[in-house]
Every structure is written in structure tokens, then in C-alpha cells.
């Protein structure tokens, strides 16, 4: 079996919106690590206070969106799993709105 044939069984828009929402959790977790080194802050104080109450919320939400962003590129232009590839946009696009309506 082929990689291609492999990865065709989870070309389905299902299987993106579960890791394209998956993602986003990973990124945020990592840009805790990232953005609180060297302060002393809990998880749940970076979520709260940071996330919804400080002028970095965009740049976390930016940040936690990156995974996906470096998937698409994989599953679009080198595997062509166009299916897989709607889930991810979808779920994206949702985040996108988020960042804008913070913004305002």
C-alpha cells in the first residue's frame, strides 16, 4: 500500500474538523509555554486574564491557529486530501471570525 492510499481512508471533512479543533488546543498549550516563560502564572490565570481580558488575546488566538495553518499546507499541496482539507478550513475561518470579533 501506497502512503497516498493510506492517508485516503481520513480524507473526510469529519476526520479535519476533529484535528482541525484539536490543533488549535495544542498551540494554545504550547504559546503558554512560549509566552509565560520566566513569569509566574498559572494555566488557568493565562486562560482567564490573558486569553480574555489583555491586548494579547489576538496574538494567543494567532498563535494557537498556526498548527492548522502547517497541516493545510501537507494536506492540500503535497497529499491532496481536499476533503480533509475542508474541515480544517472550516474550522479556521471560524477562528479567523473569533480574531476579528475580539478585535473590534
Known sequence: MSFQTKLGKYDTIIYGIIIGLILPIIGF????????????????????????????????IIFSMIPNMFLFYFVNFKWNMFEFTKGIVAVTLIMGILVVILGL
Open 29 to 60: 498549550i504550547i504559546s503558554f509555554f512560549i509566552k509565560t516563560r520566566g513569569i509566574e502564572i498559572t494555566f488557568s490565570d493565562y486562560f482567564f486574564k490573558r486569553l480574555l481580558h489583555s491586548e494579547e488575546k489576538m496574538d494567543i
